[in-house]
């Protein structure tokens, strides 16, 4: 299951790979949002809502190395559990800012909820974001990098130049 990069697709720069996140992540967090209300009337909410965590994680995964991040092939059983951690950080700051929220305002109101509840999301997706392309995607990048240095000449350059004047090899690189 490792990263195959098709040669000719770029890493995107940084804004555009946030706004392909954004919209991967977005996606996939409203159809997750529908599956939860789906499954939690045949299964109890907690194990609907852990069911879809699990699949959208996956889905999420794959897209970002695909589209997101330009890995442009699948992803790795590494970058799956690295993603996966980063998810679950995610999940964890999410419920204690809701936590914190219910020790500070005996019944908050909907609209403080819904403030705190997207403001922790926010804060941890551009977390997430971070630790996604700096480090899960990151080795992905830096080796189609190294393979580009290392490609050979074109056999039109190699033609070019002969093999006794290496200083023509040289001008030709």
């Known amino acids: 299951m490792d990263t195959a990069r098709k040669p000719d697709r770029a890493a ?3 804004l555009t790979a946030f706004a392909r996140f954004a919209l991967c992540g977005g996606g996939v967090g409203i159809a997750s949002s529908f ?3 789906a499954l939690a009337g045949l299964i109890p909410w907690a ?3 852990a069911l879809v965590t699990v699949v959208s994680t996956l889905l999420a995964t ?3 190395a695909r589209f997101t991040f330009g890995a442009g092939g699948r992803a790795t059983w590494r970058q799956h559990t690295q993603s996966a951690g980063s998810a679950a950080a995610g999940y964890a ?4 800012a809701m936590l914190a929220l219910r020790l500070l305002v005996a019944e908050p109101g909907a609209v403080l909820e819904q403030a705190v509840y997207l403001s922790a999301s926010a804060l941890t997706g551009a977390a997430r974001f971070a630790v996604l392309r700096l480090v899960v995607f990151a080795q992905t990048r830096s080796r189609t990098v190294g393979a580009r240095a290392a490609r050979p000449l074109p056999a039109t350059v190699a033609r070019a130049s002969s093999p006794a004047d290496p200083a ?5 690189a």
Do not use: D, F, I, Q
């Open 35 to 37: 599956a939860v209300t």
């Open 12 to 14: 995107p720069g940084a």
């Open 168 to 172: 023509a090899l040289c001008r030709a």
């Open 93 to 96: 700051v999410t419920c204690l």
């Open 47 to 49: 194990l609907a809502n």
């Open 62 to 64: 794959e897209l970002h």
